[in-house]
């Protein structure tokens, strides 16, 4: 990989510092030039045949470059708006019932403890909230799903590697927001019935973009709240229509080409750049990062190989706004002591150097 040259993509370098992927990547020029092309295309030439059946194509090859990004096949993967969205499907078509317990962890996005709390509310299932590294200990004989985090927004850790060995009764629910694009992910491993990401943060996509995987082995626990025109096999038997036997029958009722057409031309600069390089330089400048904060005496939160790194700050708020006005981006966590940087691959040591010398 040459870093100058993927960073030489990324407009928004050549005037911040910005290390904020975890609320939403930096937008590759290829990406937004191709939303422009197709919403140019559209005004010229209208939106009718073409215009769906280049629709189609494109959510096919987008599917599959998800499916691939996770070592999966296509069918396994819905295309989604976020992971919020793929989190509130799972929550909705899974069969719990009175008795049943998720387990989740305190400390998760509110974009998963919205849903499972909906859950409980609507359904009568218990939730049991424990720390995050002792999830896999806390399985208990009414435990039907888990539901946390691949990597912690909060601290850039990793879900404990034992929840893989939960078994065909229980369901894990991981929340990819911060695991696609930034680590790598494979779900075979991971032992997930189910995965949730994003593709506006680490994929460098639109915000209104994301997948839900689905393994297949969890498929007929998961029939869809909705299958919509897009979701349907045969859209066009009325009432006898069935939604695609697989994760497409997920697939969100409303994507438009320009913000496929982002998302895709994002995945291609990342895939050439190669995902192993991707994922190793991010981790690695991101590793880089926590050591030079410990080293200046920063309390560094306890993190794993990821591209997160949150540290305390005595006035996080105040202290982001003062790099905000210095030009450099990265964000706070309410409620916590912690100021969190996130950094890509895009990156380099004059961005990180800039950020120590800020602080
Ligand atoms: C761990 C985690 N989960 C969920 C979300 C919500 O992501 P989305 O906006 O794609 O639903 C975020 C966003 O910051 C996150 O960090």
Known sequence: MDPAALRAQFPVLDRLTYLNAGTCGPLPTPGV???????????????AADYFAQFLALADRQRAAYAALVGAQPTDVALTTSTSDGIVR?????????GDEILTAPDEHPGLLGPVAAARDRLGVTVRAV???????????????????H???????????ALADLGDEVALLLDGAQGAGAVPVDTDALGCAFYAASGQKWLCGPVGTGFLYVAPRWR????????????LADPASGLQAS???????????????EVLAAAAGAFVVLAEAGWDAVHSRGVHLAEALAVELRSRGRRVAPR???????????????????LAAQGIAIRDLPGTPYLRASVGAWNDETDLARLIAAL
Request: aromatic letters at 4%.
């Open 90 to 98: 799972v929550l909705h078509a899974l069969a719990l019932r009175r």
């Open 220 to 231: 007929e626990r998961l029939p869809p709240t909705g299958p919509t025109y897009l979701a």
């Open 304 to 322: 794993g190989p990821t591209t997160l790194v949150a540290f305390e700050d005595p006035d996080p708020p105040t202290t982001k706004a003062r």
């Open 243 to 257: 939604a695609h036997p697989d994760a497409r029958g997920h697939d969100t009722p409303a994507i438009a080409l």
């Open 33 to 47: 030039a191709a939303m422009a092309g197709a919403l140019q295309a559209a005004a010229e030439h209208g939106r």
């Open 131 to 149: 720390p995050f590294e002792r999830l896999a200990d806390e399985v208990g004989e009414r435990t039907r799903l888990v539901a946390c985090s």
């Open 151 to 161: 990597v912690s927004w909060r601290t850039g850790a990793v879900a404990p590697p």
